[in-house]
T-cell receptor
Framework: QQQVKQSPQSLIVQKGGISIINCAYENTAFDYFPWYQQFPGKGPALLIAIRPDVSEKKEGRFTISFNKSAKQFSLHIMDSQPGDSATYFCAASNGGNTPLVFGKGTRLSVIA | NAGVMQNPRHLVRRRGQEARLRCSPMKGHSHVYWYRQLPEEGLKFMVYLQKENIIDESGMPKERFSAEFPKEGPSILRIQQVVRGDSAAYFC??????????????FGPGTRLTVL
């Protein structure tokens, strides 16, 4: 049973456009929702994270939108650049020191 | 401040051999997590350890896999009698362990295990 569903599986966006990746979760005990960026051959790197007490968090070109009632959250990358081309993973956990449950990832390609 | 370190970065084993993967957490971090990533898949949790203690091993196969995090030295993920299905990237993450906003997990570069 997949606890975090991520879509789309792959995404192609024009340079300067907005990339949107969506995730849905099932476990209402989750209260920490990070997004990780992974380049080929590298480990995942934390991009941005949110907790359910806010509906939106913005850091630079990256924004997380969170809808607690729908149990959904999404990543928006504004002004997408070729250097943003990577695989993005959403994740969720019960907070504190608990394991992360990952989505299957979205492979983003930003083309000029 | 060095990040999470893993070695080896690449490991090739023949079926039936043992694989030992090492993870040194970030300085000041006392909590270590191991995850496995199969091709085109997300990361799957395997085990969570603190110094000298296994806290949660619910994601680790019951046979052939073991993990430790001794008082001194790196955390070790050990796979005995490897099979082709063990071929994957194994990532270690560490966190400070104080809970709350400090529960961010920082990942190492991974060990890519290939079983021939």
């Amino acid at each position: 049973q997949q606890q975090v569903k991520q879509s789309p599986q792959s995404l192609i966006v024009q340079k300067g456009g907005i990339s949107i990746i969506n995730c849905a979760y099932e476990n209402t005990a989750f209260d920490y929702f990070p997004w990780y960026q992974q380049f080929p051959g590298k480990g995942p790197a934390l991009l941005i994270a949110i907790r359910p007490d806010v509906s939106e968090k913005k850091e630079g070109r990256f924004t997380i939108s969170f809808n607690k009632s729908a149990k959904q959250f999404s990543l928006h990358i504004m002004d997408s650049q070729p250097g943003d081309s990577a695989t993005y993973f959403c994740a969720a956990s019960n907070g504190g020191n608990t394991p992360l449950v990952f989505g299957k990832g979205t492979r983003l390609s930003v083309i000029a | 401040n060095a990040g999470v370190m893993q070695n080896p970065r690449h490991l090739v084993r023949r079926r039936g051999q043992e694989a030992r993967l090492r993870c040194s957490p970030m300085k000041g971090h006392s909590h270590v997590y191991w995850y496995r990533q199969l091709p085109e898949e997300g990361l799957k949790f395997m085990v969570y350890l603190q110094k000298e203690n296994i806290i949660d091993e619910s994601g680790m196969p019951k046979e052939r896999f073991s993990a430790e995090f001794p008082k001194e030295g790196p955390s070790i993920l050990r796979i005995q009698q490897v099979v082709r299905g063990d071929s994957a990237a194994y990532f270690c993450a560490s966190s400070p362990g104080s809970g709350g906003v400090s529960d961010t997990q920082y990942f190492g570069p991974g060990t890519r295990l290939t079983v021939l």
